[in-house]
């Protein structure tokens, strides 16, 4: 079975999560601590469950979501897992850094790519990536079927969208992303996102002003 946990980071109050399993196995997902306070406060956590992390994954790379990417790669022994299309967001994040007066060390190592309906397997429990692009040209999330989570990154809120005012954003795409990949899930499935608080897809269906 798989848990989860989530942090919130950074200036901007980014989302982190880790999901993990009984047998204490981990993936570190969208790692935003910015400062070493927040580095400490994830691995402490991780210390104290006992758990091992095995990968590392961003939903899309925004700058918020990428921050620790470069430090848990380092100190969890880990390469790089985000869908091919992100791979020119990841290297525009040190830019977005200076100019809302965040500077960052990037991560430069190797990169695995992610796609539709690929299986991220932690011994026999899984999360199966789902491409919800709009916000960003390769956003993912991450659904836990068995479970009935998703990690939906900055493409679906409580309440909310995604912004599509950023370079390489869709708004249409976005729209079309929701409905098409999470608004297709059961209505009951929790929804973690990117930024603010726990949501559910039937919720959103009846609330979210965007997508009504």
Partial sequence: MLHIHSFTFNPVQENTYVVYNDKGKAVVIDPGCYFTAEQETLQTFLTN????????????CHLDHVFGNK???????????IHPE????????????????????NYTGPLHFLKQDYTIQLDEDELIVLETPGHSPGSISLY????????????????SIGRTDLPYASHQQLIDSIKTQLFTLPDDTKVYSGHGRLTTIGHEKLTNPYLQ
Avoid: C, R
Avoid at 71 to 81: D, H, N, R, S, V
């Fill in 86 to 105: 992100e791979e020119k967001m990841l290297a525009f994040a040190p830019e977005s850094g200076i100019k809302w007066g965040l500077p960052f060390e």
């Fill in 71 to 81: 430090w848990a790669a380092k100190i969890f022994g880990l390469e790089l897992y």
């Fill in 49 to 60: 469950h006992g758990l091992s992390v095995v990968q590392l994954i961003n939903t899309h």
């Fill in 144 to 159: 836990a079927k068995a479970e009935g989570f998703v990690i939906a990154g900055d493409a679906l809120f409580n309440g």
